[in-house]
């Protein structure tokens, strides 16, 4: 089983930045598509961004578009979402799924394309 680990959540202030991480204990994610979702208290869970394996294709949710950036590390293993020009509408728990290498780009942000979920790390943007 794939347990995939988040971090690098906090408390920033609008417009700040944080960058999230997401690893895989005893895998290496390199073969993995990789989606970063969120939800906050009361809405539906919301493909942020996501990056698939197979030839680097990446989604972002319009909401995200030009201040969200996914990225991977190969060296590290890691995929992570660099978030900039932070709202307080971004305030939600993030979570990191994997799946399978090639899905259709179609499908690249539903959730239902991921088999494998972290436990979250909580984003909160706030003055």
């Known amino acids: 089983q794939l347990q995939l680990v988040e971090s690098g959540g906090g408390l920033v202030q609008p417009g700040g930045s944080l960058r999230l991480s997401c690893a895989a204990s005893r895998f290496t994610l390199d073969y993995y598509t990789i989606g970063w979702f969120r939800q906050a208290p009361g809405k539906e869970r919301e493909g942020v961004s996501c990056?698939?394996?197979?030839?680097?294709?990446?989604v972002y949710a319009d909401s995200v578009k030009g201040r969200f950036t996914i990225s991977r590390d190969n060296a590290k293993s890691t995929v992570s979402l660099q978030l900039n020009s932070l709202k307080p509408e971004d305030t939600a728990k993030y979570y990191c799924?994997?799946?399978?290498?090639?899905?259709?780009?179609?499908?690249?942000?539903?959730?239902?394309?991921?088999?494998?979920w972290g436990q979250g790390t909580q984003v909160t943007v706030s003055s």
């Open positions: 990056i698939r394996s197979s030839d680097g294709s990446t």
């Open positions: 799924a994997a799946g399978p290498r090639s899905p259709l780009l179609s499908r690249l942000c539903d959730a239902g394309t991921y088999a494998s």
